[in-house]
């Protein structure tokens, strides 16, 4: 019996050929590519390059910290130790008391941190959001105190905290850096919080919220990435601050540790090893602490940049 469809089982044999595969279409896209990953490659080898040149210097601090004082002088700063000489780091710790002076320096960095913060969030919230009146000249003044140098600032704060009985007192140094980062801290928040939406604020008003309660549920957790950058770089900024504490700060008891490093650069005593043992000594907390809060540091320049 013949099919029905004779034609149908001779033409399906007879189909027209799958169209011929044309070449890859990614081989010019790859070719467009290879420039942005020569890109690429080339800024990784400049960072590496910098990298290394910021981190050369930390690394010959730390050799020659643990280098005999006779292995420097025959080998040079460059000659790795052939043994571990940790005598130099406990003869400066002791002989400075570094503890302490590492406790002044945090206790004073902290307090600064929290406070320049505290002052700057509630300057700026009524400079920024707060629309305070004649708010473009606070600016300027804000402004101004920040281009003004430690030197002009010396003899009147110098004879205020002797006036008042706080000289050669860790408060009096608290005081002035409070004051000091606070009006960075002003300037800088008051831009940020003048853009802040209005939105939330007028939906947090709708909720029957005060202004308090708008700035600490509303405003800073909203701005909590700017305002840790902003932490951070108080409390670094304040451990590395050597001038103002050398001049208020006369007592070995109440010194900090830029300032007892500073100080024992003319003590015969000291030694190439020792030297470097109290470089690395002081180095090496505000790295810590720049490690520790480096997530933190990651996503507040983030939420900037996306803002």
Known sequence: MTSPHPATATELPASPAAPSRRPAAPAPAARRRRPGRVTRMAVLGALTVLTLLVVAPFLVVALNAVKAPAEYAANGPLAPPHRLYLQGIVDFWFRVDFGEKLWNSFLISISVAVLALLVSVLNAYAIGIGRLRGRLAFLMFFLLANL???EALVYPLYYLSKQVGLYNTRLAVVIIFTAIQSAFGTYLLSSVFRDFPRQLLEAAAL???????????????TNWPTLSVLFTF????????FFLPL????????????????????????????????ALLGIVPAVLFFLFFQ?????????????
Request: net charge positive; no cysteine.
């Open 148 to 150: 003004l140098p430690q």
């Open 207 to 221: 909720d029957g919220a005060g202004r308090w309660r708008v700035l600490w549920r509303v405003v800073v957790p």
């Open 234 to 241: 108080f409390f670094i900024w304040t451990w590395n601050e």
């Open 247 to 278: 001049v208020f700060l006369i007592s070995s008891d109440y010194q900090t540790v830029p300032v007892a490093l500073g100080v024992l650069q003319g003590d015969r005593m000291m030694d190439a090893t020792t030297t470097s043992a109290s």
């Open 295 to 307: 997530r933190t540091l990651t996503r507040g320049v983030l939420a900037g940049a996306l803002k």
